[in-house]
Every structure is written in C-alpha cells, then in structure tokens.
T-cell receptor, first 115, second 113 residues
Framework: NAGVMQNPRHLVRRRGQEARLRCSPV?????VYWYRQLPEEGLKFMVY????????ESGMPKERFSAEFPKEGPSILRIQQVVRGDSAAYFC?????????????FGPGTRLTVL | AQSVTQLDSQVPVFEEAPVELRCNYS??????LFWYVQYPNQGLQLLLK??????LVKGINGFEAEFNKSQTSFHLRKPSVHISDTAEYFC???????????FGRGTSLIVHP
C-alpha cells in the first residue's frame, strides 16, 4: 500500500515565480489537508479539501495561495509570485474520515526554497 | 479554541536512559490527543493516540503516553531510548467536533551514545 506521495521533494524558485506542489493521498482516502512548517515551529494548518471541494481554507493566506483536489489526479497547492517568506516545508496529509479521532497520514513533504 | 504547549524545545539524553517529553493542552471541550514523530527530512508518523478508555496508551517503538485530565497533560515516555529515536516529536490535540488537529511546536529528542 502506497502512503501519501508528495512531489517534488525539493523545489527552488526565484521571487515572483510560481510554485506547484502535488499530493497524492493514500488510496481510498478522500480527505486531504495541507500544512506549512516553518523552521523550529510546529505544523500550521492551511487548507482541508475533499474531492472537488474546499471544505476549510481558514489557515491559508488570502492572496497568492490556492488549492484544489480534482476528481481525478493529485491535490495541488499553488503559490503564485512567491516571496522569501514562503520558504518552508509543506506537508500534505490524508485521512479516510473527517473526524477528530481519525489518524492523518502524512507525506514526506515538499521543501520550498525561495531565492 | 484548543492550544498545545510542548515545554521543552530540545531534550538531550544518553542511549538506554529513560526519557519523558512533556505536552500540555488547553481546551474547553472533550479532546483527543496524538503524538507524532518526524525523522529528518521525512513526514510525520503517528506514534500513538488517546481517544478514550485507559489513560495509559502504548504506541510503536516502545513509546507510551499517559493522559491526565486534571493536569491537562499527555506526556510521552520511553524507558530506554536508542540512537534511532533521535527525531522531532509533536504533540497534537483535536477537539470533539473538529477535524483539524492543533500541533505543538515540537520537541527535538537527541540521543547521545
């Protein structure tokens, strides 16, 4: 059984470019979460999606950031016009249920560096 | 809203010594508690979770944690650590009715030979 897959693992962008981060959840999981981890900080929730729907984007910056989880294919976190402050590790997690008791399974992360 | 405090940012310990990583939370409703481990350059992996029942929870790799409702704590313990336990450990809490856990800032466990 494949776990959560994320690619690329490392991404370098110059200021003003776009970053596209991909996440394939555990097979059969329909709930996807994106988190951002800054150095020496915990994970901060960004957005929660189900297939074709954004359920909760309360943790995502209003500008430049967007996320989708299409009917077919991986979930995408898109950052437009990146700035140095966007440099962080971005983790995707998936779960089979959307319940407070459910375990989230994490991918290995994408480490974004903005030059 | 819930919050999680991991009191120690770094815990150095010698191999085969016992270790305790502290976690306190605050919430006004029922909570579920989790410990995750993150090895270098990897994602988070669930160690154990408390949902209900026995307050002592056993997880993978010999770790256990005890839920103490009166002290709002969920400390993680291992009686004898290995070099391979060197990693970042995150405590997380989910409130009843919420699907988004809140994570602590993490504790870096450093095991010395």
């Amino acid at each position: 059984n494949a776990g959560v897959m994320q690619n690329p693992r490392h991404l370098v962008r110059r200021r003003g470019q776009e970053a596209r981060l991909r996440c394939s959840p555990v097979k059969g999981h329909s709930h996807v979460y994106w988190y951002r981890q800054l150095p020496e900080e915990g994970l901060k929730f960004m957005v929660y999606l189900q297939k074709e729907n954004i359920i909760d984007e309360s943790g995502m910056p209003k500008e430049r950031f967007s996320a989708e989880f299409p009917k077919e294919g991986p979930s995408i976190l898109r950052i437009q016009q990146v700035v140095r402050g966007d440099s962080a590790a971005y983790f995707c997690a998936s779960s089979s249920l959307a319940h407070s008791t459910d375990t989230q399974y994490f991918g290995p992360g994408t480490r974004l560096t903005v030059l | 809203a819930q919050s999680v405090t991991q009191l120690d940012s770094q815990v150095p310990v010698f191999e085969e010594a016992p270790v305790e990583l502290r976690c306190n939370y605050s919430s006004s409703v029922s909570v579920y508690l989790f410990w995750y481990v993150q090895y270098p350059n990897q994602g988070l992996q669930l160690l154990l979770k408390y949902l209900s029942g026995s307050t002592l929870v056993k997880g993978i790799n010999g770790f256990e944690a005890e839920f103490n409702k009166s002290q709002t704590s969920f400390h993680l313990r291992k009686p004898s650590v290995h070099i391979s336990d060197t990693a970042e450990y995150f405590c997380a809490v989910s409130e009843e009715g919420s699907y988004i856990p809140t994570f602590g800032r993490g504790t870096s466990l450093i095991v010395h030979p």
